[in-house]
């Protein structure tokens, strides 16, 4: 167990986090494909709909 955490440790110090333009460029990126993908999504979701309405009745 102290081999784990110790490697553990040394692994935490090889980290290279992201510079905050980076984090944030990439977090507007995902906002906006998830934006883009939840868009089309609900506009096939209405057309399938009102396709089933107007099958069915």
Request: hydrophobic share 55%.
């Amino acid at each position: 167990m102290k081999t784990f955490i110790t490697g553990l440790g040394s692994e935490f110090q090889r980290l290279v986090w992201p510079k905050t333009n980076e984090a944030l460029g990439h977090a507007i990126l995902v906002i906006t494909i998830a934006v883009v993908i939840g868009y089309y999504i609900g506009a096939f979701d209405a057309l399938f709909a009102a396709g089933l309405k107007f099958i069915i009745g």
